[in-house]
């Protein structure tokens, strides 16, 4: 299908579809401080959201069916991303090429990387708090932040974790990411920012006495969960406030974990809970 009428990127080698391939790697997005995301829906929740719309890709072909099926949603993200002079047509064969996974979802987006510093996150009066510790698998990410979303958390933490903008962690967040409020730090820089604000630490092991269903969390608190195959180990003992008690979930069966971002739910959907009785 060819459309002489609207001139579309065609090659590979071109210097800002280039550019754009490299933002799938976690240490260029940091460096460029943007990212992508991939499908219609994604893309609205990311607007919706207030992100800050670089490019709107979109192949020829696919613009040509939305026209056919009169798409009102994607058209009128099309001509607002026109309006804003931010919106880049590519032939199919480069829509697929710059697409994550084996399953192009009809369109590219490249927004501005939002603030990740400690100091951007503003707090309520009682503060629910979820710190992110060397999580390593995006999927987990995403789910965890979907779960923040639905326990209303404040804020949601990544101490040396997986970048919360993986296509992956997008994906599984529902658009959580975007505006559920995040932070990047070290350790001692959360620490700290835990100790200013008086937060509660508690971190969740598995060999903690303290059982989930009798700690209090009504207060102002943040819940630490560890990597997904060694937990939290040595780290998050203890901070300026004093030491880090632990917290666990009652295992009846066999095992004796669950996984991290479902220990998440249980823990924040607990705190949740507290709060609207107390």
């Keep these: 299908m060819t459309h002489p009428s609207i001139p579309a990127i065609k090659s590979h080698a071109n210097p800002n579809i280039r550019r754009v391939m490299k933002l799938r790697d976690n240490r260029q997005r940091r460096k460029m401080q943007r990212f992508l995301v991939d499908g219609w829906r994604e893309t609205s929740l990311a607007l919706q959201a207030g992100m800050e719309l670089i490019s709107l890709y979109l192949s020829v072909d696919h613009h040509e069916l939305l026209v056919q099926s009169d798409h009102q949603t994607e058209l009128g993200m099309i001509r607002k991303a026109r309006e804003t002079d931010s919106l880049t047509f590519v032939t199919e064969s480069i829509a697929n090429k710059i697409a994550f996974g084996q399953s192009p979802r009809g369109v590219v987006a490249e927004f501005v990387e939002p ?95 303290d059982i989930l269903w009798q700690t209090d969390l009504s207060k102002p608190t943040a819940i630490i969960l560890g990597n997904e195959a060694n937990g939290l180990g040595g780290r998050w003992q203890e901070y300026q406030a004093g030491p880090i008690r632990g917290i666990r979930i009652p295992m009846q069966g066999k095992t004796d974990s669950l996984n991290v971002s479902v220990t998440a739910a249980i823990m924040a959907m607990e705190a949740a809970r507290q709060r609207s009785v107390s």
């Design 115 to 209: 603030a990740s510093n400690l100091a951007a996150i503003r707090l309520t009066s009682n503060p629910l708090i979820l710190i992110l510790d060397q999580i390593e698998k995006p999927g987990n990410l995403g789910a965890i932040f979907r779960t923040g979303d639905a326990a209303g958390v404040d804020a949601i933490l990544l101490c040396e974790s997986t970048d919360r903008f993986n296509p992956n962690a997008i994906r599984n967040s529902q658009g959580a990411v975007f505006h559920v409020p995040s932070a990047c730090g070290t350790q001692s820089e959360i620490a700290a920012f835990l100790n200013h604000h008086s937060i509660i630490a508690r971190a969740a092991r598995v060999e903690s006495s």
